[in-house]
């Protein structure tokens, strides 16, 4: 099992910035793929950014890349989302996910609410 924390959330001004945390523990990470998703009021989860905990490569989606930044603490076992020039669009719930590399993701955290204001 993995347990994930997420923090960080809260209300913020378009063109602001906050960073998620998502603090992982119970399992060596070496294996696995964290990754950030959001969801917003009746859509459905969307994908965000991951980080390989092994090698640290990441992958970020076409629209949030330039704006969105994942990074990883080893020593914490904390993974990062360092988000700049939010929109109001970016309102949503922020999950931090986990899973074996290439295999998805089998664990997730309760959310972090953000709530961009325009």
């Known amino acids: 099992q993995v347990q994930l924390l997420e923090s960080g959330g809260g209300l913020v001004q378009a063109g602001g910035s906050l960073r998620l945390s998502c603090a992982a523990s119970?399992?060596?990470?070496?294996?696995?793929?964290l990754g950030w998703f959001r969801q917003a009021p009746g859509k459905e989860r969307e994908f965000v950014a991951r980080i390989v905990w092994n090698d640290g490569r990441t992958a970020h989606a076409a629209s949030m890349k330039g704006r969105f930044t994942i990074s990883r603490d080893n020593e914490k076992n904390t993974v990062y989302l360092q988000m700049n020039s939010l929109k109001p669009e970016d309102t949503a719930v922020y999950y931090c996910?986990?899973?074996?590399?290439?295999?998805?993701?089998?664990?997730w955290g309760q959310g972090t609410q953000v709530t961009v204001s325009s």
């Open positions: 996910g986990a899973g074996v590399t290439g295999l998805g993701y089998s664990y």
């Open positions: 119970g399992r060596t990470l070496s294996s696995y793929t």
